[in-house]
């Protein structure tokens, strides 16, 4: 069985640039969520995935923009980064209709 | 907005001493309350959970105890460890899409 799995580990961009964010999800699980976490901070929500279809979203602008594909797997898209975008981002998978979620070692973006 | 209290930030305890951490939830609604356990470069993992119709639940050294009433939670460890030292996130969930998590508690054990 193999785990949540994250790509690229670290990536600079510059203010203004794209950015894009890769997760596969352990097997089995069929639903992907993704977090941000500030320095020093609790992830927060930015949405979920299940389907293929968004299936929640926390307070995030919508340049934070998601994928999800056949296989579960799942990307982040950012657009127009901020500075203030610089963070740690996690992924998490999930069996749908069950909370419990299992965590990648994230990717930290830093924004300049 | 709907949050999740978490304290203290900051926790310093003797090896075989016990760590207590507490949270503070405020949508009523919320059903689900695990606990995350966070070493440094990894993402945080699952220690143990507990669902609102459930006081306490322990599993070896770690318990947690639930106040539905008073919008409380807490984590317990006991007999601490070095591999204890970590950052712990308490969060409560309200549905499958909505997770808010706490600040997080920087535990370290001392030799």
């Known amino acids: 069985e193999t785990g949540v799995t994250q790509s690229p580990t670290h990536l600079i961009k510059t203010r203004g640039q794209q950015v894009t964010l890769r997760c596969s999800s352990q097997?089995?699980?069929?639903?992907v969520s993704w977090y941000q976490q500030a320095l020093g901070q609790g992830p927060q929500f930015i949405f979920q995935?299940?389907?293929?279809?968004?299936?929640g979203r926390g307070n995030f602008p919508p340049r934070f923009s998601g994928l999800q594909f056949p296989n579960y797997s799942s990307e982040l898209n950012v657009n127009a980064l901020e500075l203030d975008d610089s963070a740690l981002y996690l992924c998490?998978?999930?069996?749908?209709?069950?909370?419990?979620?299992?965590f990648g070692s994230g990717t930290q973006l830093s924004v300049l | 907005g709907e949050n999740v209290e978490q304290h203290p930030s900051t926790l310093s305890v003797q090896e075989g001493d016990s760590a207590v951490i507490k949270c503070t939830y405020s949508?009523?609604?919320?059903?689900?309350f695990p606990w995350y356990k966070q070493e440094l470069g990894k993402g945080p993992q699952l220690i143990i959970d507990?669902?609102?119709?459930?006081g306490e639940k322990k599993d070896q050294r770690i318990a947690v105890t639930l106040n539905k009433t008073a919008k409380h939670f807490s984590l317990h460890i006991t007999e601490t460890q070095p591999e204890d030292s970590a950052v712990y996130f308490c969060?409560?969930?309200?549905?499958?899409?909505?997770?808010?998590f706490g600040s997080g508690t920087r535990l370290s054990i001392r030799p």
């Open positions: 969060a409560a969930h309200s549905s499958a899409s909505k997770i808010i």
């Open positions: 507990i669902r609102s119709n459930v």
């Open positions: 949508d009523s609604a919320s059903n689900y």
């Open positions: 995935y299940y389907r293929e279809e968004e299936n």
């Open positions: 998490a998978s999930s069996l749908a209709g069950n909370e419990k979620l299992f």
């Open positions: 097997s089995g699980h069929n639903t």
